[in-house]
């Protein structure tokens, strides 16, 4: 099984190890009025443990590096190319690497209307319409990598239609790995 380490294993078995000494001791206790309820919460609360510390697991056992990318927009069929290396950085087997590309406009230069003054009237505003804005960004996930052994690289290639409408292309790629 390729999702789970020795890491995630031994905090299963610790969290299941505190959860039956927790049954245990509520069901010894003669005083408790009703055991199931604090069973109940004692369980959704290791649950909870549980999640959170497999999230923490992974950002620290599955990490992986882009390695030499080169980014390359096609004229002849307007699509956008990237390519590169993956490479596992950490201890462990890796069992999907996810790459996200989002190709979009760079908004900082624009400085918008430039006259020092406008008047403001009722009339102006019922009767001008406010130019819609039109979404040029596009956002695409590639699976790059299955099975990536610890220290391996392999090489990895995608390639996306480009959006017609962008003119000062930003280009940014976040890759996650479980």
């Known amino acids: 099984m390729t999702y789970f380490t020795i890491l995630h294993w031994l905090v299963l078995s610790i969290i299941l190890t505190l959860f039956i000494l927790v049954i245990i001791l509520v ?56 390519s590169g290396q993956i490479r596992n950085i950490g201890g462990f087997k890796i069992g999907q690497c996810t790459l996200e590309v989002e190709i979009y406009n760079d908004t900082q230069g624009q400085v918008g209307n430039t006259s020092l003054y406008t008047p403001k009237s009722f009339l ?32 990895f290639s995608i390639s996306m239609p480009y959006p017609p409408a962008v003119k000062k292309p930003v280009v940014r790629h976040e890759l996650s790995c479980r």
């Open 124 to 155: 102006g505003d019922l009767f001008t319409r406010a130019p819609l804005e039109e979404s040029v960004s596009m956002k695409k996930e590639f699976v790059i990598a299955r099975d990536l052994e610890k220290g391996e690289m392999r090489n």
């Open 27 to 82: 069901m010894r206790n003669p005083n408790e009025k009703s055991p199931l309820t604090t069973i109940g919460v004692i369980s959704g609360l290791l649950i909870m443990v549980f999640i959170i510390s497999l999230y923490g697991l992974d950002e620290y056992t599955k990490v992986a590096r882009l390695e030499n990318i080169t980014q390359r927009r096609v004229l002849s069929n307007e699509s956008f190319n990237l």
